[in-house]
């Protein structure tokens, strides 16, 4: 049984009183402000007192909660203390009781609707109640009224009223009032739990020349909700669901901490809604410059997408006091970890200052230009401190916000004006952001956040395009601002890098990369730089200068002709001038040969290991299966077919017969090609030849005993084989080598587990396989190993193979065929695997601007020279890392970095990939640390790691990520903050670098970095494989998995939306999280874990499970079932997106884990919330307050 608990509202608004008969409104009088224009805007309502206008109220009335009714006795018109008539619920005179002041001079009457209409009030003129006049809009008042103190110092004056006299002000510690709605009618309470009201019509953000929209307020029924609001979804798990529970408290709500709900009331002498127009306003598009905004682009720079250009100067402000920003931002009833957009407003291609949020805390938005009224500066309004309100008190701020800025804010935003400090002053963003690490919980979603924005000079690209600038799936730098000196660099301890995906997979929605067809390639003449987005043409478009080494260069003749069409072409369209990322068919001149064709060898275990694990069969069976899959466009594709246990067997395919025969080379020791012109056949001649070899392949050795393995005499076989042309070579490999060459011995020691030694079990334990791998490399020969064994693999020794070639490496401890979950995702891996459209005989080289080189490389390939990587294949989705140093300083503003890649594709043509990469040069620090990408900094730093732990010790290689990070806090605290010495209470971090210390302490956790005795060799080495290896999106979900709560989700969640399958939001990695009766999902690119509490309801285990009860489920490797209940649907909807998303070939199995289930299980998936404690690594808040003290007893 299902249980349902319904939302609850909360606050339930009460029936409004009938209209006190004979009531009329009274309308304070407004003065014409001379040669201020005018706004059309219905006046409020103000109440008051007679004989003492503008008097505030008494002082210690009980704080009254909005929406409630009053229990006031003696207010006239409302007996017995009730709610006042024709005033809305939770409403309270100012000025005590009595009645109102009549409109204008005595004996005046009040105007009609349509006066009211014709009329406008002068711009500027504060009115007691209008919701969006800004603080900093008020007038002085007249010498001798009284003015009453905040508790934090003397608050400006309300302007003159009627008579000139004082306008009432509101008495600190009582509440804001509203006033009642025009034309009377019920209005709502204000409820914590709703958003603010919008603002009325003829507010400030409204444009002086525009005419107000006046919308007439309708009645509405208590528990109705009003018109055009959205409607609040029912928690559950489908649409109307039950929430599953077990035992009381748990199951009824998301895991998720929530901070208290603030209502939504402005702060005593604050604007009623002025913290919320960043609500009413956010995206708005901004057509001209206006006060408080930032100016818009140039208009060369407009349209140019990713490359942004520095703000023109706009009008103006009034008063020349500029925009007056609120003293206070309110939350408006968020949860600490509520779904909000992953990418800030700062995100990469966004404009500069474009929703920029400054140091000390979260700023709304500036209004649209159009829409935003005059705005006048009152001298110190900035410094008056608000007083806090009890609803505010020890509330924490959010994850990178701040509630109101404190004097080390403030001190942070002084220290972040860096005047004078850009060499080259068009680099004016939006300023530093500085937020606290401890106290609060990292907020995850900003994980998936683009990197900061690209802000480069104006007219840095010669053309408009958004995609001048390399998207940071392709390539992506740690710095996206350089610094200009390498000793600034260093300053600021952040390692300077790319982090390349040249073959990144495109899916559906993707763009596909722009090819150049009709073969003009522009190059550089003197750095062989290829023409791009940020050249130069110079001479009336005759000649162009190379924006690497500035030389000046010839247009090719043929660059404005298009030969296919024997007609002129407009310059400003090529492709290669408008896309960063570009694919030239290269002419003759590029080869040294005729393309290869695409060759596969399968290099089959058949000992005895592997016919018994099912490896065998399944492989057999897939091959058999993805024929058609394999890229075969032209027709000459080749394959080949080679199967080692103590002996080789080839098989030649080319037969008269049509049947496979079968040729045995038995001497290991000096291998031979028997028949080497048969070996290998072209896939669509020989089609049938080969699916009678994979039919029988497994029952020709079902029988063996054969234990020997001769794996490393049949790749020498192999390459002889496939030498001559070049292609890959795919190993499935179900035993350990142990015949001649290369053979391999057992040598994991449990007891050099979690040691200094145990670097030794990371590394080759035979010189063979590297050689070999130098050998096929200069040969254009790849060698991809797929690894299967219950027993010891030795991943360090084989895994050397795909490193030096290109290749990958998959591994499958403890495979099975008879568990269907196992053959299914190495059936799934290996299909995915051969129907990918590579590249072949590859080179790669990265160029940069005169200054910066090369240092070092990460990632499967051999390096050739200084620069240049040989690839003999380019697997998609495979990453490369490369660290970057000074050779001298750098003189101009904008530093490129260009990729090309000259390879062969899948279709048998010979292209060059070319990727631009183009950043803004700063001698700024603050600028050097608000430009840092954590995403590329962490895949950086993941690749030095593994290259240190393998090369060195394990202990060398955490402590590496560690004093990294000390160095980063510590710099920064002492260039940025102004606590610049001495101990400080808390770590403080610039907002994009802020989850940092989550993803060094997700490293540290790892499989591949962790300490202990408990991990064999095999699990580290493929962790370090896949840390050097993985792009972006999936490395980081690798090192900080994705948890999620299944059993309370929404009711949108696992259903198709407008961007596909709607995921629910991500959960903070701690167990805290976790409930008795709760379903979780955890996954990390390579597994995903199902976690069911012990108290889950039955109804639970039935509709995902479709079993009675808890104890009934199945944990371990499984396959989730396929249901007609709406829940099952939706997790299998939710598993395949997650599997879909990483773009890789890996196919991520499927755990369930049940509360008091496998021990081994628990520990597993326990290991992965990072955010606790596991001996004997500290807990994230534990790691915080090490590094805190580092920092603290450290001197940067």
């Known amino acids: 049984?299902?249980?349902?608990?319904?939302?609850?509202?909360?606050?339930?608004?009460?029936?409004?009183?009938?209209?006190?008969?004979?009531?009329?409104?009274?309308?304070?009088?407004?003065?014409?402000?001379?040669?201020?224009?005018?706004?059309?805007?219905?006046?409020?309502?103000?109440?008051?007192?007679?004989?003492?206008?503008?008097?505030?109220?008494?002082?210690?009335?009980?704080?009254?909660?909005?929406?409630?009714?009053?229990?006031?006795?003696?207010?006239?018109?409302?007996?017995?203390?009730?709610?006042?008539?024709?005033?809305?619920?939770?409403?309270?005179?100012?000025?005590?009781?009595?009645?109102?002041?009549?409109?204008?001079?005595?004996?005046?009457?009040?105007?009609?609707?349509?006066?009211?209409?014709?009329?406008?009030?002068?711009?500027?003129?504060?009115?007691?109640?209008?919701?969006?006049?800004?603080?900093?809009?008020?007038?002085?008042?007249?010498?001798?009224?009284?003015?009453?103190?905040?508790?934090?110092?003397?608050?400006?004056?309300?302007?003159?009223?009627?008579?000139?006299?004082?306008?009432?002000?509101?008495?600190?510690?009582?509440?804001?009032?509203?006033?009642?709605?025009?034309?009377?009618?019920?209005?709502?309470?204000?409820?914590?739990?709703?958003?603010?009201?919008?603002?009325?019509?003829?507010?400030?953000?409204?444009?002086?020349?525009?005419?107000?929209?006046?919308?007439?307020?309708?009645?509405?029924?208590?528990?109705?909700?009003?018109?055009?609001?959205?409607?609040?979804?029912?928690?559950?798990?489908?649409?109307?669901?039950?929430?599953?529970?077990?035992?009381?408290?748990?199951?009824?709500?998301?895991?998720?901490?929530?901070?208290?709900?603030?209502?939504?009331?402005?702060?005593?002498?604050?604007?009623?809604?002025?913290?919320?127009?960043?609500?009413?306003?956010?995206?708005?598009?901004?057509?001209?410059?206006?006060?408080?905004?930032?100016?818009?682009?140039?208009?060369?720079?407009?349209?140019?997408?990713?490359?942004?250009?520095?703000?023109?100067?706009?009008?103006?402000?009034?008063?020349?006091?500029?925009?007056?920003?609120?003293?206070?931002?309110?939350?408006?009833?968020?949860?600490?970890?509520?779904?909000?957009?992953?990418?800030?407003?700062?995100?990469?291609?966004?404009?500069?200052?474009?929703?920029?949020?400054?140091?000390?805390?979260?700023?709304?938005?500036?209004?649209?230009?159009?829409?935003?009224?005059?705005?006048?500066?009152?001298?110190?309004?900035?410094?008056?401190?608000?007083?806090?309100?009890?609803?505010?008190?020890g509330l924490q701020p959010l994850a990178g916000q701040s509630l109101q800025p404190n004097v080390n804010q403030l001190t942070n935003q002084m220290a972040g004006m860096t005047m004078g400090a850009n060499a080259f002053g068009y680099n004016t963003g939006p300023q530093l952001s500085t937020v606290a690490l401890m106290g609060s919980a990292p907020r995850i979603q900003d994980l998936d956040a683009d990197p900061p924005a690209i802000r480069l000079p104006p007219n840095a690209a010669i053309t408009q395009s958004p995609n001048a600038n390399s998207h940071p799936s392709y390539k992506r730098s740690t710095l996206n601002a350089v610094p200009g000196t390498s000793q600034l660099l260093t300053k600021s301890r952040i390692p300077f890098g790319l982090v390349i995906t040249p073959y990144r997979s495109i899916k559906d929605g993707d763009e596909p990369v722009p090819v150049v067809t009709d073969s003009v390639i522009a190059r550089c003449r003197r750095c062989r730089t290829y023409i791009n987005p940020f050249v130069t043409f110079i001479e009336g478009g005759q000649r162009w200068k190379c924006n690497m080494c500035f030389t000046a260069n010839e247009v090719p003749s043929s660059f404005d002709y298009d030969p296919q069409t024997q007609q002129p072409v407009d310059r400003w369209q090529r492709k290669e001038l408008n896309h960063a990322v570009v694919e030239y068919i290269a002419p003759t001149e590029y080869m040294v040969r005729p393309p290869q064709p695409l060759v596969y060898l399968f290099m089959i275990d058949v000992s005895y290991p592997a016919i018994q694990s099912g490896m065998v069969a399944t492989a057999a069976t897939t091959i058999l299966e993805s024929l058609d899959r394999i890229p075969n466009d032209e027709g000459c594709t080749k394959?080949?077919?080679?199967?080692?246990?103590?002996?080789?067997?080839?098989?030649?395919?080319?037969?008269?017969?049509?049947?496979?025969?079968?040729?045995?080379?038995?001497?290991?020791?000096?291998?031979?090609?028997?028949?080497?012109?048969?070996?290998?056949?072209?896939?669509?001649?020989?089609?049938?030849?080969?699916?009678?070899?994979?039919?029988?392949?497994?029952?020709?050795?079902?029988d063996t005993q054969n234990v020997g393995n001769a794996l490393g005499p049949a790749l020498q076989s192999a390459y002889k084989l496939i030498s001559p042309i070049g292609g890959k070579i795919l190993c499935l490999q179900a035993s350990l080598p142990n015949l001649e060459a290369g053979a391999l011995k057992m040598r994991e020691d449990p007891k050099l587990l979690g040691t200094a030694k145990e670097s030794t079990l990371l590394q080759a334990a035979s010189n063979f396989y590297k050689t070999f791998a130098v050998d096929c490399s200069k040969s254009q020969v790849c060698v991809d190993m797929f690894l299967f064994g219950s027993q010891y693999s030795d991943v360090a020794t084989l895994s050397c193979l795909p490193r030096f070639t290109g290749g990958s490496t998959f591994f499958y401890p403890a495979f099975t065929a008879a568990k269907s979950e196992d053959a299914l995702k190495f059936a799934h891996e290996l299909a995915e695997f051969l129907s990918q459209r590579i590249a072949l005989e590859a080179v790669m080289r990265v160029r940069a601007s005169k200054g910066l080189r090369m240092s070092a490389f990460y990632g499967n390939f051999f390096v050739r020279s200084t620069d240049l990587l040989s690839l003999p294949n380019v697997p998609r989705d495979q990453s490369y890392s490369i660290e970057i140093s000074y050779e001298d300083n750098l003189t101009i503003p904008v530093v490129c970095f260009q990729t090309a890649l000259l390879h062969t594709s899948s279709s048998g043509e010979r292209r060059i990939r070319v990727l631009t990469l183009a950043l803004p040069v700063t001698n700024s620090l603050h600028e050097v640390f608000q430009s840092a990408d954590q995403v590329a900094i962490t895949t950086l730093l993941a690749c030095k790691a593994v290259e240190r732990g393998m090369n060195s010790k394990l202990d060398d290689a955490r402590d590496a990520l560690t004093n990294k990070m000390v160095d980063l806090l510590g710099v920064y605290k002492t260039h940025m903050t102004a606590a610049s010495s001495g101990a400080t209470p808390n770590l403080q971090i610039c907002d994009n670098l802020k989850l940092m210390p989550l993803l060094m302490l997700g490293m540290l956790k790892h499989v591949a970095l962790r300490g202990g005795s408990q991990i064999p060799s095999d699990l580290r080495s493929y962790a370090m494989h896949l840390f050097s290896t993985l792009p972006s999106q999936c490395l980081i979900p690798y090192i900080h998995p994705r948890f999620y709560a299944l059993h309370n989700m929404p009711a949108d969640c696992g259903t198709i939306g407008d961007n596909g399958i709607v995921m629910p939001q991500a959960m903070n990695l701690s167990s805290e999280r976790l409930e008795r009766g709760g379903l979780f999902m955890l996954e990390d690119s390579q597994n995903i874990f199902l976690w069911i509490g012990r108290d889950a309801v039955p109804q639970l285990c039935i509709d995902l499970f479709g079993v009675p009860n808890y104890e009934s489920i199945r944990g371990g490797k499984t396959t989730l079932p396929t249901l007609e209940t709406d829940f099952n649907q939706r997790i299998n909807l939710i598993i395949g997106k997650t599997r879909e998303m990483r773009r890789t070939a890996y196919y991520p199995q499927l755990y369930v884990i049940k509360e008091d289930g496998d021990q081994a299980l628990r520990l597993w998936f326990l290991s992965h919330l990072i955010e606790d404690r596991a001996e004997p690594i500290m807990s994230y808040y534990q790691y915080l307050g090490h590094l805190k003290d580092r920092v603290n007893s450290g001197s940067f």
């Open 1 to 393: 049984m299902a249980y349902s608990q319904p939302p609850t509202p909360s606050m339930r608004p009460a029936q409004a009183p009938p209209p006190r008969p004979g009531a009329r409104p009274a309308y304070p009088q407004q003065q014409q402000h001379p040669g201020q224009p005018f706004h059309q805007q219905p006046y409020q309502q103000q109440p008051g007192q007679p004989g003492q206008p503008g008097q505030p109220g008494q002082p210690g009335q009980p704080f009254q909660q909005a929406g409630r009714p009053m229990s006031r006795p003696g207010t006239p018109g409302a007996p017995g203390g009730g709610p006042i008539p024709g005033q809305p619920l939770g409403y309270r005179p100012v000025n005590g009781p009595g009645p109102v002041p009549t409109y204008g001079q005595p004996g005046q009457q009040p105007p009609s609707q349509q006066q009211l209409q014709q009329r406008t009030p002068p711009v500027g003129m504060v009115r007691p109640h209008d919701p969006n006049q800004n603080n900093a809009m008020r007038r002085p008042s007249q010498a001798g009224t009284s003015v009453p103190q905040s508790p934090s110092g003397p608050r400006p004056p309300m302007p003159p009223g009627p008579y000139g006299q004082q306008q009432p002000q509101h008495q600190p510690g009582q509440p804001l009032q509203r006033p009642p709605p025009i034309g009377g009618g019920i209005q709502r309470a204000p409820s914590p739990m709703m958003r603010p009201p919008m603002s009325q019509p003829g507010s400030p953000g409204m444009p002086p020349y525009s005419s107000p929209k006046i919308r007439p307020l309708t009645a509405q029924v208590p528990g109705q909700q009003p018109p055009g609001s959205p409607a609040v979804k029912p928690m559950g798990y489908n649409a109307g669901p039950p929430v599953y529970q077990g035992a009381a408290g748990y199951g009824q709500s998301p895991s998720q901490p929530q901070t208290p709900k603030i209502p939504s009331q402005p702060h005593p002498g604050q604007p009623y809604q002025q913290h919320h127009q960043q609500s009413l306003y956010q995206g708005a598009p901004q057509t001209h410059g206006a006060p408080g905004m930032p100016p818009a682009p140039s208009p060369a720079a407009q349209g140019q997408g990713l490359v942004n250009a520095p703000p023109v100067p706009g009008p103006p402000t009034p008063h020349g006091g500029g925009a007056h920003k609120p003293k206070r931002v309110y939350p408006q009833g968020m949860d600490a970890y509520s779904d909000q957009s992953a990418a800030p407003a700062n995100s990469y291609g966004a404009a500069p200052g474009a929703g920029f949020t400054p140091a000390g805390g979260a700023q709304p938005a500036m209004p649209n230009a159009a829409e935003q009224g005059p705005q006048f500066f009152v001298p110190g309004e900035k410094q008056q401190q608000q007083p806090v309100p009890a609803y505010q008190q």
């Open 639 to 702: 394959i080949g077919i080679v199967t080692v246990d103590s002996s080789i067997h080839f098989y030649n395919l080319n037969t008269s017969s049509g049947e496979p025969q079968m040729l045995v080379v038995s001497d290991l020791e000096d291998p031979f090609l028997p028949q080497p012109e048969d070996l290998l056949c072209n896939l669509s001649e020989c089609r049938s030849t080969l699916e009678a070899l994979l039919n029988r392949l497994n029952d020709m050795f079902k």
